[in-house]
């Protein structure tokens, strides 16, 4: 029995077998070409035959560019293109030649001619041509509405009769698509389906139906949409009706959205309420039939309408919690208009424990509820914020008065936020959400993380929110700062060594202990600014957290945070112990200086540098604090900077911290140097003196550890610290005494280096005894120079040049000896 193809495979054979020809036809004449071209270079040079050729790539076949079928259908969109134009010309220009029979017939028996072609074209196979005389038969029809509207209907409204019109031809170019004749054409459905996302919006505008009338257009029309692109097999009709139940329900979702949150009252919030539960049910249905078809052909498509699907269920979810709270917005305070949104939203979690619903329905809706109260507590940030630092202004105006309540002392200069009031209830909400539902084990050590932050979020905005007595909000703050260190301690592993904690306790039990620590420190911070407002509530509240946090040191899990923060509340106490004794600033940092030295015994006794690396900075801080304190009192100065280096070497002794030792000496010379120049000593003596015996000693000690280091850096910088500004003090001395005991010690520094062999002592302290003796014999050379005449030392210069010339072999003899010598002196 004989297989015939169908007419549009046999057309697809045609058409290849034509390409093949054709490319078979040129390869056949580009060998002609070159037969030829061989034959002629054979006859023009008969006596040396040429070689045969072998083909170059300049003869081989060329490629087409464009295949037979798509030159083809380029061609047949043009003429389209042509004839629509042609014909929307015809309507508009030279319609007013005809009259009404005329333009009837024309009108008719082009538009029917054009639409009855496709039919005999499909049947021999010439689908392009077909759906080209489609296209323009619909074109016409178009034109065709237009004419009408322009000759019969001039009166009528323009909107109503575009929204019949488009309605009509909807329905036409739909019964055109399904006719048995025509149904192999692919653009009549596409094109109806567009026309059909116009009548109920037109006639919505035309009838005045207002916001909510054109709203609900939208939406029936996305749903009508969203039928057509669930239910037809056609792929271009399902395109086509994807992109417009998203483009009509996204303009319906905000539309309906925005009705919701601009209601002024029950019933107009109502009416925007059953708008986007409409929008709710057309996405809940979309996502259902999306994630429950199983006809996707492969992973990839099945991937994505779960995708899809999963989307659109958000979107549901958001819809039905805009459209609630919305309803609820118009009864409730507007203070509790985000608390309203947020119980809705977590009414969605009921919707995740359904088990009969699809899985992408109930992911949707855990990801809408999720969305829902991560807004909700983005809304709290601003009263949480000014809980936590609005107290921060207390510091220029400390101890001016304790405020009348918690609310007034938060915010000294910063405005309280309004709707204030369901703060603390929205963030107590979602921290249960977070400490009840979340089970999965991944997200679980997350969510408690999460609870714990937001319960102690909703614990700190208490007071200022309830306008507790200032009293009762300082005991809220230190009850917190108490419940973290708390929960801090009974996460913790109970091993005391260190080393062994982060190995001892779980991913999850770290990261509540890190947290809840993180927590006490900042609640501690701010309740140390709240109490700057009393001079009682300060040095109490200091002295508590001082002890609170050196009591929490002794679990060594949390002594990396809790040390640093006792030391850093003791210094703070001592600076407000200072000023409530009246004390002056420099006289403070006496007090201060206790910290340091507190820290330095206490950072050997303490396990692993992950803790004494934090007080040993916290230290060192205040340290620099009491330095700063005391500036303006130089006496005081120099004995907080001998302290200082006290503590220093102290620490310094340690084998792991012996490089101290050069802060330690620094802090010495700085001490000495400010207590000189308190005492207005102006001697240059007394400031270098204590630098250069340190430092001879301990160049000494390195040349007795390393004989082979050179004097320069045992010696140099010990002798030109005292030498270097003695010799400037003593050229600009008028008086013997300092001339001579500057020569005196440089004389003494030249013998020995000459008589150790070594090279620093000896050029530095000859340099300067040559330098003091030219200071000496300058005011004899100038009255010398003054009786001399003046031709007498060009003279003596001339010969000195020409004795240097005479015996110029014998000096270059002695220079590199003494270059020699120096050579071999260390």
């Not at 004749?181 to 389906?193: H, M, N």
């Not at 919690?321 to 009414?347: K, S």
Request: net charge positive; aromatic share 4%; proline share 7%.
């Amino acid at each position: 029995m004989t297989h015939i193809p169908p007419p549009t495979e046999e057309l697809r054979l045609l058409d290849s077998e034509l390409w093949q020809l054709d490319a078979r036809r040129a390869q056949l004449l580009a060998r002609r070409a070159w037969l030829v071209a061989a034959l002629h270079q054979a006859q023009s040079a008969p006596a040396a035959p040429a070689a045969p050729m072998a083909p170059s790539a300049s003869f081989a076949p060329p490629r087409p560019e464009a295949s037979a079928p798509r030159v083809q259908n380029v061609l047949l969109l043009l003429g389209g293109v042509l004839l629509t134009i042609a014909a929307m010309v015809f309507t508009l220009v030279s319609w007013g030649d005809l009259g009404i029979a005329a333009r009837s017939a024309v009108l008719g028996a082009v538009t029917l001619a054009t639409l009855a072609a496709p039919v005999p074209l499909l049947k021999r196979g010439l689908r392009s041509t077909a759906e080209s005389l489609a296209g323009l038969g619909l074109a016409l029809t178009v034109l065709d509405a237009y004419a009408l509207h322009e000759v019969a209907l001039t009166n009528t409204d323009g909107t109503a009769y575009t929204a019949v019109a488009s309605a009509v031809l909807a329905g036409v170019w739909l019964g055109y698509g399904l006719l048995p004749g025509t149904t192999a054409l692919r653009l009549p459905l596409p094109a109806a389906l567009v026309s059909a996302q116009l009548p109920l919006l037109l006639g919505a505008l035309a009838a005045d139906a207002g916001a909510h009338g054109i709203t609900a257009a939208l939406l029936v029309t996305a749903a009508l949409d969203t039928v057509v692109a669930l239910r037809m097999p056609s792929v271009p009709v399902r395109v086509v009706a994807t992109v417009g139940a998203y483009g009509t329900g996204s303009w319906g979702a905000l539309a309906a959205g925005w009705l919701s949150w601009t209601a002024t009252g029950p019933s107009a919030a109502a009416r925007a309420a059953a708008l986007l539960l409409l929008g709710t049910t057309i996405a809940v249905g979309a996502a259902w039939a999306s994630g429950g078809r199983t006809t996707a052909p492969t992973t990839d498509d099945k991937d994505t309408g779960r995708g899809q699907a999963v989307g659109l269920a958000v979107a549901a979810g958001l819809f039905a919690v805009i459209a609630l709270g919305g309803m609820a917005r118009t009864v409730l305070p507007d203070a509790w208009t985000v608390a309203a949104h947020l119980a809705c939203g977590i009414a969605l979690l009921a919707v995740v424990r359904a088990g009969r619903l699809p899985d992408a329905l109930r992911r949707g809706a855990l990801w809408a509820s999720g969305a829902v109260q991560a807004l909700a507590v983005l809304w709290t940030l601003p009263v949480v914020s000014v809980a936590v630092l609005g107290a921060g202004a207390w510091a220029e105006r400390a101890w001016t008065g304790a405020p009348a309540d918690t609310r007034a002392a938060v915010t000294p200069e910063l405005p309280w936020p309004p709707d204030a009031p369901a703060v603390p209830v929205v963030l107590a909400a979602v921290a249960a959400v977070l400490a009840l539902a979340v089970r999965d084990t991944a997200w679980r050590p997350r969510a408690l993380v999460g609870a714990l932050c937001l319960s102690w979020a909703t614990v700190v905005t208490l007071p200022a929110v309830l306008e507790l007595p200032y009293t009762v909000g300082l005991l809220v703050y230190g009850v917190t700062t108490v419940g973290a260190l708390v929960v801090a301690t009974l996460v913790s592993p109970t091993t005391a060594p260190a080393s062994e904690s982060t190995t001892s306790e779980t991913p999850q039990a770290a990261h509540i202990r890190l947290t809840a620590t993180q927590l006490a420190l900042v609640t501690s911070l701010s309740l140390a600014l709240l109490s700057l407002a009393s001079q009682t509530a300060t040095l109490t509240v200091l002295s508590l957290l001082t002890a609170l946090f050196a009591a929490a040191a002794t679990r060594a899990p949390l002594a990396p945070f809790t040390a640093p923060a006792a030391l850093a509340h003791a210094t703070a106490l001592a600076c407000a112990t200072g000023a409530a004794a009246g004390w002056t600033a420099a006289s403070t940092a006496l007090l201060v200086l206790a910290v340091p030295a507190v820290a330095a015994l206490l950072a050997p006794r303490l396990d692993g540098p992950r803790t004494t690396v934090p007080v040993e900075a916290t230290g060192a801080a205040a340290g620099l604090l009491a330095i700063g304190l005391a500036v303006t009192d130089p006496p005081l100065l120099a004995l907080v900077l001998a302290l200082c280096g006290v503590i220093t070497a102290g620490t310094a002794v340690r084998p792991d911290r012996r490089p101290l030792g050069y802060a330690a000496t620094a802090l010495f010379v700085l001490a000495t140097w400010v207590r000189l120049a308190s005492w207005d000593i102006a001697t240059p003596e007394a400031y270098t003196l204590p630098v250069t015996v340190p430092a001879l000693l301990v160049g000494a000690l390195r040349r007795r550890r390393d004989p082979r280091a050179s004097s320069w850096i045992a010696y140099g910088p010990g002798l030109a610290a005292t030498l270097v500004p003695s010799l400037a003090a003593a050229w600009g001395d008028p008086g013997w005494t300092r001339p001579l005991l500057l020569g005196a010690a440089a004389l003494a520094v030249t013998l020995l280096g000459a008589r150790h062999h070594l090279q620093a002592p000896l050029l530095l302290g000859g340099s300067v005894l040559a330098l003091v003796a030219l200071h000496e014999l300058a005011p004899y050379i100038a009255q010398v120079a003054g009786t001399l005449p003046r031709w007498v030392p060009p003279a003596l210069a001339g010969l000195l040049l020409l004795a240097l010339g005479a015996t110029y072999e014998q000096r270059i003899r002695d220079v590199r000896r003494v270059r020699d010598v120096l050579t071999r002196m260390n």
